[in-house]
């Protein structure tokens, strides 16, 4: 069993004022002396012996009386044990526990260095100036150190020999000729550099002004407020396409000003496209390719501007032609193809100015997509004065929560002209083919279109009036060409029927819809036949030569007399014979043929045909004319009995 001494003296409690920092220093100075009589020969001196200087240390009044002198090695320990304590009380202790300990240490340095130096600056400063010099006086400075106990004066210098002042005259004036050399060296080379910056914002500040004065309005960018831009685009435009319609006016190392767009602008046109099985047959531009050689402000300003405008024309085409799909529109990669003809398409898409060439598909078609380019731009600036128009009317005082982004009406008016293009080409070959057969048969029947003559008011009494009317003015001539009329003169009839063609794609009425038109007596009310397509109408055409040949036929030949049904044109014969005469009349499409047929008696029932063929036709057909048709009949009966 170890044994465990335990000492019962209760421990010496340590002497505060032992550390104060204070009793520390007054000790160190009275085992080292002054610090100005410690030389850095003395302290190798002490190093070469080993030993440190044996300074006796007496004790003040506030060290116990009976303490005795120690040794050499006890008093190592002590000044070592001082030293710990004086770094610890200033905060420098156990440093080497912590971490960055060379950083602190260097820094704790440092501000023991300073503050030593600002105190000594205080003190030699308070023999002058007490009391603003106090104020920047440690407090154990002022402790120990009465204010005022360290003076300076100035001390005279040794009386140069006439020659060293000449000598310093001489570098003295060397050194300000070159300074006055120096420095004016910078003032002219500041002057050149001022000088080019004038010239550079002269000409940066005369381009500004000939854009302000050619009407371009100008502000400060929102996220640049030193950088000047310009508005290009439209006010009442989208709201995405409204916010890229501003550009920033950017001065370069010469002083010119570009044209700042920003990173994702793009510099496209609008590019209308006449295909035909896939391959282009007419191409047509909005505008042409800008003139790359001159760099002028005021040219990229117009190139941006049209470019933001085809960019969102074409935005909104796209949007439309989404709602218009059931009128054979469609939108394939960001390209809108439209019906055209039976193989052919036009095609409408954003071309990029930058990859376009010069090269264009020229042919006959080359009208029709440069009126519907123009249209198109002419409608989107038509709905932009709309939406000011709308903007500018005193708002609702309820609103049914965020109104829907309206559809612009583009590509409606162009598919709505062109089903009526194609529908005025079916029927024109209809009465083309009628007009062929029928002159073959020397029957006259003729059609002509009443000319084209839209009814627009004049720019004078337009110019007062507001966007709606302007609107109503531009669809009334946009429904002069979705709607036609037609004069048809029948056979054996001097007043001719009008047709009417109207052609829709609004609901209820889709597609074209045929009104005809007949002739009545002076007094009476006109009847209409309505038609709602053009199957119905060569039902209704076909009808009505039937009627009308028959009718020519009984007017002209006078032996003939009207059946009491059907078309058929009879001779009545001698009651006796019983025999007659028959004949049937169609029209079509393609042919025009009389069927006649003597019923009676078993040798005189004959039958025969007649077609003819609006174009060349079977070898059959018939060439002569239906009157000399008619007189070549064998005789009747009736005529044979008289």
Not at 4 to 13: E, F, M, N
Not at 212 to 234: A, C, D, I, N, Q
Not at 495 to 515: D, K, M
């Amino acid at each position: 069993m170890s044994n465990i001494t335990v000492s019962l003296q209760a421990p010496i409690a340590p002497n505060p004022e032992k550390n104060s920092l204070q009793y520390l220093i007054s000790r160190i100075n009275e085992q080292k002396g002054s610090f100005r009589d410690v030389t850095e020969e003395s302290l190798e001196e002490e190093i070469r012996n080993g030993q440190a200087t044996d300074v006796a240390l007496e004790d003040d009044d506030h060290m116990d009386t009976g303490e005795e002198v120690e040794d050499a090695k006890t008093k190592k320990e002590r000044v070592r044990e001082a030293r710990e304590e004086m770094l610890k009380s200033i905060g420098q202790a156990n440093l080497c526990d912590r971490p960055h300990t060379g950083m602190l240490t260097l820094c704790s340095q440092a501000t023991y260095e300073s503050a030593m130096a600002l105190d000594f600056t205080s003190l030699l400063l308070s023999l002058r100036t007490p009391g603003p010099a106090g104020l920047t006086m440690s407090s154990t400075l002022k402790e120990n150190i009465p204010m005022g106990s360290l003076g300076s004066e100035v001390v005279q210098s040794q009386k140069k020999s006439s020659a060293e002042e000449e000598q310093d005259r001489m570098l003295l004036m060397g050194w300000r000729m070159q300074s006055l050399n120096t420095a004016a060296d910078s003032l002219l080379q500041s002057a050149t550099r001022l000088e080019g910056e004038i010239g550079k914002e002269t000409r940066y500040w005369n381009q500004i002004l000939a854009v302000k004065e050619r009407g371009w309005p100008m502000s400060r960018l929102p996220r640049e407020k030193h950088t000047l831009g310009v508005h290009y685009g439209f006010a009442e435009a989208r709201a995405s396409f409204r916010d890229k319609g501003v550009g920033a006016l950017r001065r370069d190392e010469d002083g010119d000003v570009s044209l700042d767009r920003g990173p994702k602008a793009v510099n496209g046109r609008l590019r209308v496209r006449i295909l035909q099985g896939g391959s282009p047959i007419s191409t047509v531009y909005s505008r042409p390719l800008p003139d790359r050689s001159s760099d002028s402000l005021e040219g990229e300003i117009l190139e941006a501007r049209n470019s933001i405008y085809d960019e969102e024309l074409v935005h909104e085409i796209q949007r439309e032609a989404q709602y218009l799909a059931n009128h054979g529109v469609q939108c394939i990669d960001n390209r809108v193809f439209l019906p055209y003809e039976s193989n052919q398409q036009i095609e409408l898409s954003l071309e990029s100015s930058d990859e376009a060439s010069e090269q264009m598909e020229r042919s006959s078609h080359d009208d029709i997509p440069e009126l519907i380019s123009i249209f198109l731009r002419l409608s989107l600036s038509q709905a932009h004065l709309q939406n000011l128009h709308d903007r500018s009317k005193p708002p609702s005082a309820i609103r049914e929560g965020k109104q829907p982004h309206k559809i612009y009406q583009l590509l409606a008016p162009i598919v709505q002209i062109l089903q009526h293009r194609a529908s005025m080409s079916a029927l024109q070959y209809l009465l083309h083919q009628v007009t062929g057969y029928m002159a073959k048969a020397g029957l006259l029947f003729s059609s002509e279109m009443e000319p084209f003559s839209p009814k627009l008011e004049s720019s004078g009494s337009l110019s007062n009036d507001s966007p709606p009317a302007r609107v109503q003015a531009v669809l009334g001539l946009i429904s002069a060409f979705t709607s036609s009329t037609i004069h048809i003169t029948l056979p054996g009839q001097s007043a001719p029927l009008r047709l009417r063609i109207f052609t829709s794609i609004a609901a209820p009425n889709f597609g074209t819809s045929y009104y005809i038109h007949h002739p009545s007596a002076p007094g009476s009310k006109e009847s209409v036949s309505s038609l709602p397509s053009l199957a119905d109408f060569k039902i209704e055409l076909g009808s009505l030569l039937q009627r009308a040949i028959k009718h020519h036929i009984t007017r002209s030949i006078h032996t003939w007399q009207n059946a009491e049904n059907g078309v058929d044109v009879i001779l009545r014969a001698n009651p006796e014979t019983k025999a007659k005469d028959k004949l049937a009349v169609s029209a079509d499409l393609n042919h025009f043929r009389v069927d006649w047929q003597r019923s009676g008696n078993l040798l005189e029932s004959r039958a025969m045909t007649w077609v003819w063929y609006a174009d060349h036709g079977p070898l059959q057909q018939e060439t002569r004319p239906l009157h000399e048709v008619l007189s070549d009949l064998p005789s009747s009966a009736y005529q044979a009995s008289r």
